[in-house]
């Protein structure tokens, strides 16, 4: 049955249906248009604009009585948001693919990208676009990318609260779960990382999975192990830690330990040493889902890192590290990391700051701070919340510049930056950070 046809079943009787959207910025042509009510403003108010976009007709609230555009095919549902994400649970059940699921602090989409590719190529796959991990993303990619032929879904699980995630697993219940990591993103609302842990923990919650991975090295992975009820393979990074994949590398190669077995990975097109760990979570959940190791060597070669996680950009003799996409504190001293490598250039670092951790805040920046002290010789900051940062470099007296206004900082920018730099770019999703690489190279969208 194909998707229209589902719909149509489900009471949505319209012939031509391109995609589902729930941003009225994003309609095209054939879209089918959900009006759901938003922090800032209500899809209701945008009826007359998708109309004229083109959309193909609009699911609303059953209780709106604001103006509809004339012949405009609307469906009044009790509750918009709710129709969503049944359909999407019910389009799963009629497809019946088998699901990965991946949550974590972060990796979340690098994973999901790299399990993407290696598994595609021997069976068809559907996988949740973006970073669309909430509540309205993850139904809405769902029935935008799973099609009939698909035989397995992967999809991204993001959480802000407490019974978050296992909401989203009785839209999408996994087969196969993974945790990537634990860390202090979305600390505030949340009393400690071990209630994160437990939050990130309910991917292991729904009766239908049977395959629960996780990282042992991330801190409070017991918890994680306490809460999976099927069974249970973990993975490391950390040649120290027992787990069933284990991360090694020599002075040539990187390599994985599979339940006592040595499997040498080919040397791959990877900017950064922290993304094989995204590698080793992918290769967890892609064996567990059948693939031989000869079929894995065959795709690795193929990874691609998705935009803004350790992107090398090089313009006008300037290396950039495009890591804009979001920031959090383990991630943070990884991209610092991979800017140190870089010995015979002047080494800039442009951080802004991290939200969401609460109380955390200043000694989570305090102590980024002192770490980019090690080999960092010129820092930009952006936002209030760096001002531990700036305390720690002036002190140390060592060239900073810090503003809470994006536009000096890329007019510094300009100024200073000088050919045979290297400039590690990264920041929360708050700070639009990959507006400084949209600015300073035009031509290569961040």
Not at 419 to 443: A, C, F, H, W, Y
Request: a negative charge; proline letters at 5%; hydrophobic letters at 40%.
């Amino acid at each position: 049955m194909s998707l229209i046809a589902f719909l149509q079943r489900s009471g949505i009787s319209i012939h031509n249906i391109r995609h589902i959207a729930v941003d009225s910025r994003k309609v095209e042509q054939g879209d089918l248009f959900f009006a759901l009510p938003g922090a800032r403003c209500d899809g209701h108010q945008f009826l007359q604009e998708v109309a004229q976009k083109g959309a193909t007709g609009a699911i609303i609230d059953r209780n709106f009585t604001g103006s509809i555009p004339e012949q405009f095919p609307i469906f009044r549902v009790d509750n918009p948001l709710l129709t969503l994400q049944n359909l999407a649970r019910d389009w799963i059940q009629e497809v019946h693919p088998l699901i990965i699921a991946i949550t974590g602090s972060y990796g979340k989409t690098t994973t999901k990208e790299f399990i993407a590719c290696l598994l595609s190529p021997y069976h068809p796959t559907a996988f949740t676009s973006g970073n669309h991990n909430s509540k309205i993303g993850m139904a809405m990619s769902i029935l935008n990318e799973l099609q009939p032929e698909h035989t397995h879904l992967i999809v991204e699980m993001g959480m802000e609260q407490k019974g978050e995630i296992a909401h989203l697993t009785q839209i999408a219940p996994p087969d196969i779960a993974l945790v990537t990591a634990i860390g202090n993103a979305h600390i505030k609302n949340f009393k400690s990382i071990e209630e994160i842990a437990q939050a990130k923990a309910e991917i292991f919650s729904h009766p239908n999975t049977s395959t629960c991975l996780f990282n042992i090295a991330t801190p409070h992975s017991s918890i994680l192990g306490s809460a999976a009820q099927g069974s249970i393979r973990t993975f490391s990074p950390d040649a120290s830690k027992n787990a069933f994949w284990v991360l090694h590398k020599n002075d040539r190669q990187y390599f994985i330990n599979e339940a006592g077995t040595h499997i040498a990975l080919p040397k791959l097109s990877l900017s950064s040493p922290h993304l094989y760990e995204n590698v080793l979570a992918a290769i967890a959940a892609c064996r567990s889902a059948g693939l031989e190791w000869g079929q894995i060597a065959h795709q690795l070669l193929s990874l691609q890192v998705p935009t803004g996680r350790s992107n090398v950009i090089e313009h006008n003799g300037i290396l950039y590290i495009n890591d804009s996409y979001n920031a959090s504190e383990t991630p943070m001293r990884a991209a610092l990391d991979h800017l140190f490598t870089y010995t015979s250039k002047r080494k800039v670092a442009v951080i802004g700051q991290m939200t969401g951790l609460a109380s955390l805040s200043k000694e989570t920046h305090e102590r980024i701070g002192e770490y980019a002290l090690q080999n960092v010789d010129e820092l930009y900051c952006l936002g209030g919340d760096c001002a531990p940062i700036i305390d720690i470099w002036k002190r140390a007296k060592k060239p900073y510049f810090w503003t809470c206004d994006l536009d000096k900082l890329i007019f510094q920018l300009r100024l200073e930056l000088k050919t045979d730099d290297v400039v590690l770019i990264k920041g929360s999703r708050s700070n639009q950070m990959e507006k400084i690489l949209e600015t300073l190279i035009p031509e290569i969208p961040a």
